[in-house]
């Protein structure tokens, strides 16, 4: 038996609290192995690297497994290198949509990775486990991928064929534990909820679509007394009084959704359900509909995804634009609050296309709208397109960017600012209809529903308002949040013998088109830390320092530096270079100068002993309260400014409390300053220079000298 960890990290800024079924499903099938389970859902809690750290100290796993959709990648990708830290053994397992559509990339680029699960892993992962146990054969399983001969060996995928054979997933999850959130949505009738699904697989080859990677195309169904036995499951032992059919194609066959309908009038289950993730308007027809609607069916969303007969076929959608309109309009009769997804920012959508959208929205008797910007998914049409174009890099993309207003799409024809104003007529002229607000509120009839207007407003306003601040950034030459045509940025290294970390850490800093400079600034190594730097990066410029000391080698290079933002970096490994956008991002907004903190949420550490802690935390409040200042860590060397700010400020250490010095001087100066969540990990090789007594003299000295004397 084995202590299994499964994690579905957070997701930044979402409002969401749904379980994560198909975390579920593989703790469930785990668990009947004979494995000890714990799941822990990012969206009932905040979880990132620091709070797995915790979990690791606390259940101490033998495995961790991991799930995530792209936009959850950059935090998954800090987890697994914090995890190996503290425990070298543990086995490591990536499933979920980004691995299984990027299954090689996450591997080489993420070596703490051991595992990749591509597609479903409710057989996988259990074999996976029995297989290091007993010695098994690992080209036998299904899906797997794994590290052999210094390369990596990918199995062919397997889909479960029954479904109905699968534990069900509320053997590791409480469902009673996602009561305060909002589901999926924002739409709940009655409550408690609970998320079920009936199918597994599309059909379609919809080119935004990627899903297909991890359940494939060919649609497998549950058999419908099977599935409405699970509902009256969740009824009878925890008081659930709805539930989410979050399938792809529930009403793909009609047969089996009236199937489904008919045994939960049979059974008189006093249920209310809704179809949330949408259904296609060409799969349902008015007796089905009235079917649904007879069983405790509400709510609807329709996946219409465009207004525009070229756009619906350029995408493969094969979805008739009369049908839509006519099943919308027998929903809307028959009373079903009725919502319809749609799609802007295709690469070669035309104003004409978006103009037709917003058209077809307006004119149809739908309730609720949402309209999202195209992202190039892995595994999807779109994103074999962006790669072919170049609108994407492999080797310099940034996953933080595909999520919500962060996310730019390229298109052909129109420019970002013409975006952003299609998408706010689109809106506009939506919802400032009198007669489709009344009739969508005369249609609510709990005050959960009511409560669920606050959310969905700010949904709406974010997609709204927000994006515009993303255009002012456009506009003054931003993509994604960052400058590309001024300020250019310098990333300052400073190293002594630091060959062996070198390959760590410079091949994974951003190829930002922002960088202009990487400086390698060296205290006189004896090793060959500067022939490795030059062989991983040819450009790199090479600085020797003339005097000893961090703080000498920083002032020589802040001289030498060209760039307009300058960036520190330590060599050793402890800090991640992916964390330099966030670093420099707050820079392009008015700030001066921006320094990581480990104990701000999303940020951590795993190299700091209790003395320095304690020390660290009392500078830190000391500095509070001298200075009034608010930092929450004053001893760390992560840190970025605009090159105005040493005109402003005279920095005068040579050690490595330079840091310290200029963050005290900066706030003296009363210029503005950001902390922003940092991870620190343990240096990869060779030991620290630190000595906690000694470097805390001086550092409280410096405090002391600049309150005081300075």
């Keep these: 038996m084995s202590r299994v960890l499964l994690i579905n990290p957070s997701i930044k800024g979402s409002m969401y609290q749904t379980p994560c079924l198909g975390l579920g499903y593989i703790g469930a099938s785990l ?33 961790i497994g991991v799930t995530g959709f792209t936009l959850q990648y950059p935090t998954i990708r800090e987890i697994f290198p914090a995890v190996k830290q503290l425990n070298p053994h543990i086995t490591t397992v990536f499933g979920g949509q980004h691995a299984s559509a990027l299954t090689e990339y996450v591997m080489k680029e993420t070596p703490e990775i051991d595992f990749t699960i591509k597609g479903e892993g409710e057989n996988a992962f259990p074999a996976l486990l029995a297989a290091l146990s007993d010695g098994g054969n690992l080209r036998k399983i299904d899906g797997l991928a794994f590290r052999e001969n210094g390369g990596i060996v990918v199995n062919p995928r397997a889909f479960l064929a029954d479904l109905d054979g699968l534990e069900l997933p509320w053997k590791v999850i409480n469902p009673l534990d996602y009561t305060s959130g909002m589901g999926h949505g924002f739409m709940a009738k009655r409550r408690p909820v609970a998320p079920v699904i009936s199918s597994r697989g599309c059909p379609y080859k919809c080119s935004f679509c990627g899903g297909f990677m991890t359940l494939g195309r060919k649609l497998r169904l549950r058999e419908p007394e099977k599935f409405v036995d699970e509902i009256e499951y969740l009824i009878n032992n925890y008081g659930i009084r709805e539930v989410h059919i979050v399938d792809d194609n529930f009403t793909f066959y009609k047969e089996h959704a009236a199937q489904v309908c008919e045994d939960i009038l049979k059974r008189k289950l006093d249920i209310s359900w809704s179809l949330p993730n949408g259904i296609r308007a060409d799969s349902v027809d008015y007796p089905l509909l009235q079917l649904m609607k007879e069983a405790g069916c509400y709510y609807t969303a329709f996946g219409i995804e465009f207004g525009s ?9 094969q979805l ?28 070669q959508e035309k104003q004409e296309d978006i103009e037709a959208t917003i058209d077809v ?7 609720r709208m949402s309209v999202t910007f195209m992202l190039p998914l892995p595994g999807s049409e779109i994103f074999d397109y962006y790669l072919q174009k170049d609108y994407l890099n492999m080797e310099s993309v940034n996953w933080e960017q595909f999520a919500g207003p962060q996310y730019i799409p390229r298109t052909e024809f129109l420019t970002y600012h013409e975006l952003i104003r299609l998408l706010r007529i689109a809106y506009v002229r939506f919802y400032l209809n009198p007669r ?18 606050v959310p969905g407003v700010k949904t709406l306003f974010s997609s709204i308002v927000r994006r515009g601040k993303w255009w002012n950034l456009q506009q003054a030459g931003y993509i994604g949040g960052y400058n590309l045509a001024n300020p250019s940025v310098s990333i300052i290294i400073p190293t002594l013998n630091e060959m062996e970390n070198l390959p760590h850490v410079l091949p994974v800093i951003p190829d930002l088109p922002e960088i202009k400079e990487l400086i390698l600034v060296d205290g006189l190594s004896t090793d060959d830390t500067i022939k490795v730097a030059r062989e991983l990066v040819p450009a790199i410029k090479v600085i020797l320092q003339t005097e000893k000391g961090k703080g000498a080698a920083m002032k020589y290079a802040w001289e030498k530096a060209t760039g307009d933002i300058l960036v520190t970096l330590d060599a050793d490994g ?7 956008p966030q670093l420099i991002k707050p820079l392009l907004n008015g700030c001066q100068l921006t320094k990581g903190s480990r104990f701000l949420p999303g940020g951590g550490t795993v190299d700091m002993p209790p003395l320095r802690r304690i020390g660290n935390w009392i500078f830190t409040t000391m500095t509070n309260i001298l200075f009034g200042t608010k930092y929450t860590d004053l001893v760390y060397g992560f840190h970025a400014f605009r090159r105005e700010v040493l005109e402003k400020i005279d920095i005068e250490s040579g050690s490595f409390a330079i840091d310290t010095e200029l963050y005290l001087k900066v706030k003296k100066a009363g210029l503005k300053v950001e902390e922003v969540p940092s991870f620190e990990s343990r240096r990869i090789y060779g030991s620290g220079k630190l000595r ?19």
């Design 309 to 317: 007969e070229r756009m619906l076929k350029l995408t493969h959608k």
């Design 574 to 580: 402890s800090i991640s270079p992916r964390e330099i």
């Design 692 to 710: 906690s007594l000694s470097d805390g003299w001086k550092i409280l000295n410096l405090i002391l000298k600049e309150r005081f004397h300075g």
């Design 436 to 453: 489709r607000v009344l009739s969508y509120l005369f249609k609510l009839r709990s005050l959960s529903q009511i409560k669920g207007l």
């Design 361 to 367: 929205a307006r004119k149809m008797p739908l309730d």
């Design 320 to 347: 008739s634009l009369d049908t839509v309109k006519k099943t919308v309009a027998m929903a809307h009769k028959l009373g079903y609050i009725t919502h319809g997804f749609f799609i802007m920012g295709h690469p």
């Design 31 to 63: 668990k009947k192995a004979g494995h000890d389970v714990t799941v822990i859902d990012g969206c009932l809690s905040n979880v990132n690297v620091k709070r797995v750290v915790s979990l690791m100290d606390e259940l101490r796993p033998d495995c």
